[in-house]
């Protein structure tokens, strides 16, 4: 890894990075931390980067946070779980990940998640009365970061049908 040394055009370089890290797709503060450092960029002029870029809203982890959550929850649907488990691995912080969760996610949109799923996965299993079967798609549920609680649910609904 090669160390930058500091100066103006070392920031702009910097600068230039971030940016089309940023082009490619919304990142949090600490993706975009990671990858200057990665080229090599000290400390203070990673620093400097993130102020001015936040400075113009082209970092702002809230934004970001929102942004994630709606598109996995649309492409890969979740559990409340594994999305905190993401963001958590983004760098995003704990205050914001609790908020957007409690605004994102309602006990029935979650069930309902679960049994979209659920419908997508069984299409797969046969012999759905088998209680190995069943353990299977409990465990698939719980993998996908539906908590305890939510797969008890939706495994009673499907039951009942």
């Keep these: 890894m090669k160390k930058v040394a500091v100066n103006s055009s070392d920031k702009a370089l910097a600068k230039e990075k971030a940016l089309k890290l940023l082009a490619k797709r919304p990142r949090s503060e600490k993706e975009i931390k ?3 450092r990665q080229k090599g960029f000290t400390e203070k002029i990673i620093w400097e980067v993130i102020s001015d870029l936040k400075k113009v809203d082209l970092i702002n982890d809230e934004k970001f946070a929102e942004s994630w959550a709606s598109t996995r929850l649309s492409s890969k649907p979740m559990g409340k779980l594994l999305l905190k488990q993401e963001l958590f691995r983004k760098g995003i912080k704990k205050e914001i990940i609790e908020d957007l969760i409690e605004r994102s996610f309602e006990e029935d949109k979650e069930i309902e998640l679960a049994k979209k799923l659920l419908e997508k996965k ?40």
């Design 122 to 161: 069984r299409k797969f299993l046969r012999n759905l009365e088998d209680v190995k079967t069943k353990k299977r798609l409990m465990n698939f549920l719980l993998r996908r970061g539906f908590s305890y609680h939510i797969v008890n649910a939706v495994m009673r609904l499907e039951e009942q049908l």
């Design 34 to 36: 990671q990858k200057l």
